[in-house]
């Protein structure tokens, strides 16, 4: 059958890219040890190579790439979460998927490989996995934050928020806790790394805030880049202004060690109003 290979290094990658034929479907996997749904990819791709036998050249070829240990890999193909696939042949990307829907994985594979032979002991694709109940938090998970009156309650509704109403939902919004994270993700599984690190500095620093998952929000993940004009994700607010990123927020704290105290939990109005975030 075809192979999976782990890639330890951006010489490692460049050569594999170099080397692949250009009739060959190259697919880079970018996962991250810490997000389980990337176990869940990995057993997919998996049962899907088993499907292809060997040829020379090959039909499918699988590069298995850490998004965080090889940073500057995932940057160029614009990884933003994990598990995330870049289909590609001939060095030029073809198609990406994003998530661990094995149909949706198999879908494209076969889209651009072709479907497999019908192979012996053909391994049926796993269903996609099913998150469990996050653990507790101090925080409070603001995604469903309402609307005004009249508006849609996300993006993908028939009807469309104007820019106005919109910018007045944002304005709300960023002024709902007072440290406000807009994010990849929930803090207990965050979707991409830079949002896992500025979780656990604020869990670090006892900060209590509260938190968006701009990713159950089309409107507001497009919206806040331009209300903001801050083009990226995670992004830090305090008091309704915005601090920044991930490497301001560092910035910040490495310049004043007590950047945030302010807003540790439990520092002004008792651990009992921290708690209630995450209730």
Known sequence: MAELTEIKS?????????????????????????????????????????TYPSHNPPTLSILSIDAEEQPEISESYDVSAVPFLVLLKDSKVLETVSGSDASKVRNAVERHAGAPGAAKGVTTLPPPLVAGTPAPTTSKDLSGYAPPPGAPANGTGEAKTSKEELHA???ALVKAAPVMLFMKGTPSAPQCGFSRQLVGILREKGVRYGFFNILADEEVRQGLKEFADWPTFPQLWANGELVGGLDI???????????????????????????SLAA
Not at 25 to 33: C, E, Q
Not at 255 to 270: C, H, I, R
């Open 10 to 50: 951006e010489a490692q990658f460049k050569s594999a890219l170099s080397s692949t034929p250009p009739s060959t479907l190259l697919v880079l996997s970018f996962h991250a040890p810490w997000a389980a749904p990337c176990a869940q990819m990995r057993t997919t791709l998996s049962a899907l190579l088993s």
């Open 169 to 171: 939902r944002l304005s």
């Open 249 to 275: 927020v560092k910035e910040e704290i490495e310049n004043d060690p007590g950047f945030l105290k302010e807003f540790v939990a439990g520092k002004q109005n008792g651990t009992a109003q921290a708690e």
